[in-house]
């Protein structure tokens, strides 16, 4: 069975696509960058800032599959601009205690213009 992932506590996907989808027990999201969801718009404050947001955003989704960032196994980072990965490791690293298995690359653009896109794959009780 598949559920799909829907919560008005991360943004509204952008293209034909859902927030997540649960496959047993286990749950894949699509990438989070640092969208307000009340506002529908890009955080201020650079790269800190959105990576902050991102993970909101990222909780926000755990939460409504019924999981936590402490069961994430998977994470993808894409970062506008690889000079941003010590700052955008900062606040990551506030989040993913678990220090789940991780890839990190600089994209040449993101989607809206965002400095960075995070995509999980967690475990779910």
């Known amino acids: 069975m ?8 991360a943004p509204a996907a952008v293209g034909p696509y859902s927030q997540g989808k ?3 027990n286990i749950a894949y999201f ?12 890009i955080v201020e404050g650079g790269i800190q800032a959105e990576a902050e947001q991102a993970c909101k955003n990222v909780a926000a989704l755990l939460e409504e599959a019924g999981t936590s960032f402490d069961n994430v196994v998977e994470v993808t ?6 000079a941003d990965f010590g ?3 900062e606040i990551y690293a506030k989040y993913f205690t678990s220090k789940p298995a991780r890839t990190c690359v600089a994209a040449k653009d993101l989607p809206l ?3 960075v896109e995070i995509k999980v794959i967690a475990a779910v009780d």
């Open 87 to 89: 700052a955008f490791n």
């Open 22 to 24: 649960v496959v047993g």
């Open 30 to 41: 699509a990438g989070q960058g640092g969208i307000d969801p009340a506002v529908g718009k």
């Open 77 to 82: 980072c894409f970062l506008a601009d690889i």
């Open 2 to 9: 598949i559920k799909t992932i829907a919560t008005e506590k």
């Open 113 to 115: 213009g965002m400095l």
